[in-house]
């Protein structure tokens, strides 16, 4: 039984092992038990050892065999997609993406009507955020914080300002805001890596 699991341990197939071979290797130590209890301590007491210090390593050394084998067999996949000219890649020039230009109140209102829909336009771009200053707060790590009014009560949250710009800002002044789209939370979207413009 040892054998027959310690060989499903080293043959590279998914699951083998984990579904074959610890079986097996459970009914080994069973045996080895059972052999123990009627033959006396010497009877089982190598099988017993083998299935529970050996097979652990067996495996480790199956799965070490496995993943070679997945390297192996991806590598190919990997060269073949590989540019026969790599000096073609250095010519191609990638022109910077232009900020999505937006109101505090229309992204208030985007994130509001559908905050999947909103997350595929603004989070993780560059947008540049016009507003009116409703509150300038720090986080919990004491970094600054400005709201930009959205309507009666709704905010938008920029982060990311140095205190400098932070702490030349008042209630109610119009600002223009360069960040990083960041989602919503707490019903309010939030942005990340901002600089006032």
């Not at 299935?51 to 991806?74: E, K, Q, R, T």
């Not at 505090?104 to 999947?116: G, T």
């Amino acid at each position: 039984m040892l054998g027959i699991a310690w060989l499903c341990f080293l043959i590279p197939f998914p699951g083998l092992g984990m579904f074959l071979g610890w079986p097996l290797n459970m009914v080994a130590f069973i045996l080895a038990v059972v052999a123990m209890s009627k033959g006396g301590a010497g009877k089982g007491i190598a099988q017993l050892l083998l299935s529970l210090v050996v097979s652990p390593l067996v495996y480790l050394v199956g799965v070490v065999v496995f993943a070679g084998a997945v390297s192996a067999i991806s590598q190919p996949a990997l060269d073949g997609k590989a540019p026969a000219d790599k000096s073609s890649h250095q010519d191609i020039a990638i022109a910077p993406v232009a900020p999505v230009e937006i109101t505090a109140r229309q992204l208030y209102r985007d994130y509001e009507a559908n905050e999947v829909a909103a997350d595929v336009l603004y989070k993780g771009k560059r947008l540049l955020i016009s507003g009116d200053v409703a509150a300038i707060q720090t986080d919990l790590l004491d970094e600054p914080q400005v709201h930009l009014k959205a309507g009666s009560v709704a905010q938008v949250m920029i982060s990311g300002l140095s205190r400098e710009e932070a702490g030349v800002l008042s209630k109610g002044d119009a600002v223009l805001a360069a960040c990083t789209g960041n989602g919503m939370i707490l019903a309010a979207p939030v942005t990340r890596d901002c600089e006032l413009q």
